[in-house]
């Protein structure tokens, strides 16, 4: 984007999957607005995620955006579930089909935000010092893009290369006869440890707990079978607006303890052999909700990876003993159990030996020093709120948004937050944009801002600001749906829990995400439109 001007109606923070909807919606509507992104290119998460094996694990058809049918009919997927690659060309593509790359201004981190009640505006200072201000603020910075190191004594000692996932290096990373470790097994962890096993000369996993784990099962998307999605993309997003997570998946009406032992390994062995979440989304309900059917359906899995991993002790190594299946994100592989029946593959069970610190030539454990040429750090993001907190955002008598959301934190709708006028969340803590499939929640959090946002324009009005008391009730709200849910004893990211993250208390458990399904969180949404945005100060 060209030219110095600096004063805008509305700023966009972020030029991801959400900001670029969200700056398509205020262009449409003639608003005076500018996309400031950190990165020195769109695409957020698809930008900066390069490591090997980066993909979806959304149905690529229902990550796509659906406001546009022309586009539909244009982009051919693939493959089910798109490499990174795709994806960010994808997002270019998009960015460019609708004319948006002039509106976007890259290389632009917001380090600093502060609110001027005399001048009812915000005021947001960069990485140089520039300083950008706009009556409206729209945070579209994602759920996962702060990422976390591990605390672990000397990391900064070693001399080879090292690196969060999340920073891969831009040139190819040469990993032929090299010793790689990965430290971290989550959802990124295992995509990387699949791909470059058969490439590096050694390669050590460093495992701290290990997670339940089920095939991607991706394939092609040939021209006919694209032709046939195009045909039914209407019921595709119908299907996936009705669901509870936003995906096609469509739970199966019958109970686990109602069918015969036969007929729940019947479908359990359809499931574990179908694409993507299948066997978490379309299974029996009670396998996920109660304790003994979960129970049955995790050893039914634990005997699966038994199967595909030699060694019968690296097998009990890989098997979760202390949280059933779907209690933690579940990661989807592609050959990943194999990679253990390599020659040049090492488990360390860190629960075994854990780490005692980084040395200059690699890890040590509390057994022995393994020499290391490259360490990757899969070791995950301060989710939900990293990105807002990572920002030094001062609201209404200088409140700092980090301090108000120590221990947990606190929103309406995961939209607004009392303190903060006219600063609008795309994707904040306590939507449904961190608990179901991300573009579905992120177009009608989207939507929702911007209805908002038109109502207020509308008015002629130049300050929003959602009531302590509303946001008090939907704080109330997450946490009621929360605490149903099986996996709130579980340590995850799902409650908030990354024991790297310095500022948080490892025990505590956070209510960042509402899991209450999409079809739930949009009612409370269309309410909020019913009742005239009676919880909201529009002056």
Same mark, same amino acid.
């Given at each position: 984007?060209?030219?110095?001007?600096?004063? =805008?109606?509305?700023?966009?923070?972020?030029?991801?999957?959400?900001?670029?909807?969200?700056?398509?919606?205020?262009?449409?509507?003639?608003?005076?607005?500018?996309?400031?992104?950190?990165?020195? !290119?769109?695409? +957020?998460?698809?930008?900066?995620?390069?490591?090997?094996?980066?993909?979806?694990?959304?149905?690529? *058809?229902?990550?796509?955006?659906?406001?546009?049918?022309?586009?539909?009919?244009?982009?051919?997927?693939?493959?089910?579930?798109?490499? #990174?690659?795709?994806?960010?060309?994808?997002?270019?593509?998009?960015? !460019?089909?609708?004319?948006?790359?002039?509106? @976007?201004?890259?290389? /632009?981190?917001?380090?600093?935000?502060?609110?001027?009640?005399?001048?009812?505006?915000?005021?947001?200072?960069?990485?140089?010092?520039?300083?950008?201000?706009?009556?409206?603020?729209?945070?579209?910075?994602?759920?996962?893009?702060?990422?976390?190191?591990?605390?672990?004594?000397? @990391?900064?000692?070693?001399?080879?290369?090292?690196?969060?996932?999340?920073?891969?290096?831009?040139?190819?990373?040469?990993?032929?006869?090299?010793?790689?470790?990965?430290?971290?097994?989550?959802?990124?962890?295992?995509?990387?440890?699949?791909?470059?096993?058969?490439?590096?000369?050694?390669?050590?996993?460093?495992?701290?707990?290990?997670?339940?784990?089920?095939?991607?099962?991706?394939?092609?998307?040939?021209?006919?079978?694209?032709?046939?999605?195009?045909? $039914?993309?209407?019921? @595709?997003?119908?299907?996936?607006?009705?669901?509870?997570?936003?995906?096609?998946?469509?739970?199966?009406?019958?109970?686990?303890?109602?069918?015969?032992?036969?007929?729940?390994?019947?479908?359990?062995?359809?499931?574990?052999?179908?694409?993507?979440?299948?066997?978490?989304?379309?299974?029996?309900?009670?396998? *996920?909700?109660?304790?003994?059917?979960?129970?049955?359906?995790?050893?039914? @899995?634990?005997?699966?990876?038994?199967?595909?991993?030699?060694?019968?002790?690296?097998?009990?190594?890989?098997?979760?003993?202390?949280?059933?299946?779907?209690?933690?994100?579940?990661?989807?592989?592609?050959?990943?159990?194999?990679?253990?029946?390599?020659?040049?593959?090492?488990?360390?069970?860190?629960?075994?030996?854990?780490?005692?610190?980084?040395?200059?030539?690699?890890?040590?454990?509390?057994?022995?020093?393994? !020499?290391?040429?490259?360490?990757? *750090?899969? /070791?995950? =993001?301060?989710?939900?709120?990293?990105?807002?907190?990572?920002?030094?955002?001062?609201?209404?008598?200088? /409140?700092?948004?980090? !301090?108000?959301?120590?221990?947990?934190?606190?929103? *309406?709708?995961?939209?607004?937050?009392?303190?903060?006028?006219?600063?609008?969340?795309?994707? +904040?803590?306590?939507?449904?944009?961190?608990?179901?499939?991300?573009?579905?929640?992120?177009?009608?959090?989207?939507?929702?801002? /911007?209805?908002?946002?038109?109502?207020? $324009?509308?008015?002629?009005?130049?300050?929003?600001?959602?009531?302590?008391?509303?946001?008090?009730?939907?704080?109330?709200?997450?946490?009621?749906? #929360?605490?149903?849910?099986? =996996?709130?004893?579980?340590?995850?990211?799902?409650?908030?829990?990354?024991?790297?993250?310095?500022?948080?208390?490892?025990? #505590?458990?956070?209510?960042?995400?509402?899991?209450?399904?999409?079809?739930?969180?949009?009612?409370?949404?269309?309410?909020?439109?019913?009742?005239?945005?009676?919880?909201?100060?529009?002056?």
């Amino acid at each position: 984007m060209s030219g110095t001007r600096k004063e =805008f109606d509305v700023i966009v923070v972020g030029a991801g999957v959400a900001g670029i909807y969200q700056i398509k919606r205020l262009i449409d509507l003639g608003v005076d607005a500018i996309v400031l992104e950190g990165n020195e !290119d769109l695409g +957020g998460t698809w930008f900066k995620n390069r490591y090997p094996g980066c993909r979806f694990d959304s149905e690529s *058809y229902t990550y796509g955006y659906s406001f546009s049918e022309e586009l539909l009919n244009e982009w051919h997927w693939k493959e089910r579930f798109s490499s #990174q690659p795709e994806n960010l060309k994808y997002m270019n593509y998009v960015a !460019d089909k609708f004319g948006l790359r002039r509106f @976007i201004k890259c290389g /632009t981190s917001v380090e600093r935000m502060v609110w001027n009640e005399s001048e009812r505006n915000w005021s947001l200072t960069d990485q140089s010092g520039d300083v950008y201000t706009a009556r409206f603020v729209i945070t579209c910075m994602g759920v996962l893009s702060v990422p976390v190191l591990p605390k672990i004594k000397g @990391i900064d000692a070693f001399k080879g290369e090292s690196f969060h996932s999340f920073h891969w290096p831009d040139e190819p990373l040469k990993l032929t006869g090299r010793r790689v470790g990965v430290v971290g097994t989550g959802a990124t962890g295992i995509q990387i440890i699949s791909e470059i096993a058969d490439k590096a000369g050694e390669l050590f996993v460093f495992q701290r707990n290990p997670n339940w784990s089920v095939p991607l099962n991706n394939s092609p998307i040939s021209q006919q079978e694209m032709e046939g999605i195009r045909q $039914r993309y209407d019921e @595709i997003f119908t299907n996936c607006e009705k669901s509870h997570g936003g995906f096609e998946h469509q739970t199966d009406p019958r109970r686990c303890k109602h069918v015969t032992r036969e007929e729940r390994l019947e479908l359990w062995d359809k499931l574990y052999d179908a694409p993507g979440f299948a066997l978490l989304l379309a299974n029996f309900p009670d396998t *996920y909700f109660e304790e003994g059917p979960n129970r049955e359906l995790s050893d039914y @899995i634990a005997e699966r990876i038994r199967k595909r991993v030699h060694d019968p002790k690296t097998a009990e190594k890989l098997i979760p003993k202390d949280h059933g299946f779907g209690m933690k994100r579940v990661p989807l592989e592609t050959r990943y159990f194999e990679v253990y029946n390599r020659d040049n593959v090492r488990l360390i069970d860190l629960k075994e030996t854990p780490i005692e610190c980084v040395t200059e030539n690699g890890i040590r454990t509390s057994l022995q020093d393994i !020499d290391l040429d490259v360490i990757v *750090y899969a /070791t995950g =993001f301060d989710p939900a709120v990293g990105a807002l907190e990572h920002i030094n955002i001062l609201g209404t008598d200088g /409140t700092v948004l980090r !301090d108000k959301w120590t221990g947990s934190p606190s929103t *309406y709708l995961g939209m607004l937050t009392h303190g903060f006028p006219n600063l609008f969340m795309v994707a +904040g803590p306590q939507s449904v944009s961190g608990s179901t499939n991300y573009p579905r929640a992120i177009e009608t959090g989207v939507n929702w801002v /911007t209805d908002l946002f038109a109502h207020v $324009r509308e008015g002629g009005n130049t300050r929003v600001e959602v009531q302590a008391d509303a946001e008090k009730a939907w704080v109330e709200e997450v946490k009621t749906v #929360q605490e149903k849910m099986p =996996f709130n004893k579980v340590k995850s990211w799902f409650t908030g829990f990354n024991p790297n993250v310095a500022r948080r208390d490892p025990d #505590q458990v956070r209510y960042i995400a509402y899991w209450g399904g999409g079809p739930r969180y949009r009612k409370h949404l269309q309410n909020a439109v019913d009742e005239g945005y009676r919880d909201i100060e529009i002056e």
